[in-house]
């Protein structure tokens, strides 16, 4: 096992919050990950159906859509603010629903899905372009990118800064990395440690707060623009919002960060970030 950080290089320790899980701990950065995991038992859990059974209901079920559509346009209302047109790649694309409804946003938007039923899915059910590749071995050309998006993606990753330096590399310069993953820093994470339902520690490999991933980002070579973490709540429908549980969730949040907002610099469940390759 490594003893030091695959994001900034520094010392890493046992996970004292996570034991006995096999995670360690950066003393400088704060990122948790799996160093037991090579990238050949990760790329295999995708590419041979393990989690397709784990996430065949939501990526590859048209049941799931008006949801899936309704996330995507938060999603794209991120980005907005950063980029608006040209050309996108999603990276890790499920079943190919952000991929749709960047195209009817005015992107020339194509995604790359390691599952093959979710990009099938994508291909033949929705009819958008999803290849079914890892973005390793998708071949991207250098600076051929405007925007890249990454939604719950990086915390699968064994190589983290190595991806995000791929994508560095095949955007253009002034293009955009948008990405969102878990926020092991948050308030939940840190109150329910191995109970955390984001730890899914056989697929989850990282885990990332506010300051590692802006480290991450950084030695990839890009500028982050924008860093904070959100409630889950803007994903939710509006009757889902009322559900008693998603109430107590919700005041539980406010309580512990003494905030009415849905957004919050560190302590919220769903951490995101915008970085951009220098225009120079």
């Not at 065949?56 to 346009?73: G, I, K, M, V």
């Not at 955009?176 to 984001?198: I, T, Y």
């Not at 506010?210 to 994903?235: K, M, N, Q, W």
């Not at 009757?239 to 512990?256: D, M, T």
């Amino acid at each position: 096992m490594s003893t030091v950080c695959r994001i900034c290089g520094a010392a890493v320790h046992p996970s004292v919050l996570l034991a006995p899980l096999p995670f360690t701990t950066c003393e400088s950065c704060g990122f948790t990950g799996r160093e037991d995991r090579i990238e050949d038992d990760v790329r295999a859990i995708y590419e041979t159906g393990a989690y397709t059974e784990v996430r065949r209901f939501e990526y590859s079920d048209p049941e799931t859509l008006r949801d899936r559509r309704r996330q995507a346009r938060v999603r794209l209302g991120y980005v907005a603010p950063h980029a608006s047109s040209g050309r996108l790649l999603d990276v890790g694309a499920a079943g190919g629903v952000f991929v749709e409804q960047a195209l009817g946003r005015g992107f020339d938007a194509e995604g790359v899905e390691p599952t093959p039923e979710f990009a099938a899915f994508a291909r033949d059910t929705l009819g958008v372009p999803v290849r079914t590749t890892t973005v390793e071995q998708a071949e991207l050309a250098d600076a051929s990118l405007d925007v890249v998006t990454m939604w719950h993606v990086l915390e699968h990753v064994p190589d983290p800064v190595g991806v995000l330096s791929l994508l560095h590399d095949a955007l253009r310069r002034g293009g955009v990395m948008a990405l969102e993953v878990p926020n092991a820093a948050g308030h939940l994470a840190r109150s329910q440690g191995r109970a955390w339902a984001s730890l899914e520690p056989d697929v989850h490999v990282n885990q990332f707060g506010p300051r590692s991933l802006g480290a991450a980002l950084e030695r990839a070579g890009f500028d982050v623009v924008d860093i904070g973490t959100i409630t889950i709540t803007p994903y939710l429908s509006p009757a889902r919002r009322l559900r008693p549980g998603e109430l107590v969730h919700r005041l539980r949040g406010l309580r512990a960060l003494r905030t009415p907002s849905v957004s919050h610099p560190d302590g919220y469940e769903l951490l995101r970030a915008v970085g951009r390759r220098p225009r120079s």
